[in-house]
T-cell receptor, first 111, second 115 residues
Framework: KQEVTQIPAALSVPEGENLVLNCSFT??????LQWFRQDPGKGLTSLLLIQSSQREQTSGRLNASLDKSSGRSTLYIAASQPGDSATYLC??????????FGPGTRLSVLP | EAGVAQSPRYKIIEKRQSVAFWCNPISGHATLYWYQQILGQGPKLLIQ????????DSQLPKDRFSAERLKGVDSTLKIQPAKLEDSAVYLC?????????????FGPGTRLTVT
């Protein structure tokens, strides 16, 4: 059974810092990994999707990497802004088990 | 293109009452998902539809939860009778199948409070 962890659970950084959020998983039999952001009281917004055959995806200031052999994905945010404050979740599409989400990392970017 | 629509946005009921949620996916998306998100946790998949058929309902508490997808488009999720532990946000998502990426697009969710 796929288990997903995200470390740290919460992170507070000053504006302008580069930061890395981590997602670890136990079963490498995945077909994709998706990073989402969730603002308080809102639904999930897709940030990046990485297919199992890919190693990274980039969108603007965001870069996500995937290393199936080590069971890890990272989300890199460059030059953080207060508007980046949200909860970031990773979700894995698994063969035979469907989608499993991590618990999320709550990010606060201080002006 | 219009996003995933859900209604109602908020619902407060007493335990043992019944409640229903509605979801309209993005036009043309064959796959539809219902998730339950308890405060402070990641979403948990309840049921996945591919067109009219159920692909995965292994985590759906079938003694009280039911779901259907009408003509492969809209979907309803029902709880009857509700328990206190059902208080959560219920999220609907959809995916296009055209490229087998299964990228998910989420609606705003329905926040359920059971008192």
């Amino acid at each position: 059974k796929q288990e997903v962890t995200q470390i740290p659970a919460a992170l507070s950084v000053p504006e302008g810092e580069n930061l890395v959020l981590n997602c670890s998983f136990t079963d490498s039999a995945i077909y994709n990994l998706q990073w989402f952001r969730q603002d308080p009281g809102k639904g999930l917004t897709s940030l990046l999707l990485i297919q199992s055959s890919q190693r990274e995806q980039t969108s603007g200031r965001l870069n996500a990497s995937l290393d199936k052999s080590s069971g890890r994905s990272t989300l890199y945010i460059a030059a953080s802004q207060p508007g980046d404050s949200a909860t970031y979740l990773c979700a894995l599409g698994n063969y035979g088990q469907n989608f499993v989400f991590g618990p999320g990392t709550r990010l606060s970017v201080l002006p | 293109e219009a996003g995933v629509a859900q209604s109602p946005r908020y619902k407060i009921i007493e335990k043992r009452q019944s409640v229903a949620f509605w979801c309209n996916p993005i036009s043309g998306h064959a796959t539809l998902y219902w998730y339950q998100q308890i405060l402070g946790q990641g979403p948990k998949l309840l049921i996945q539809f591919q067109n009219n058929g159920v692909v995965d309902d292994s985590q759906l508490p079938k003694d009280r939860f039911s779901a259907e997808r009408l003509k492969g488009v809209d979907s309803t999720l029902k709880i009857q009778p509700a328990k206190l532990e059902d208080s959560a946000v219920y999220l609907c998502a959809s995916s296009p199948d055209r490229d087998y990426s299964y990228e998910q697009y989420f609606g705003p969710g329905t926040r359920l409070t059971v008192t």
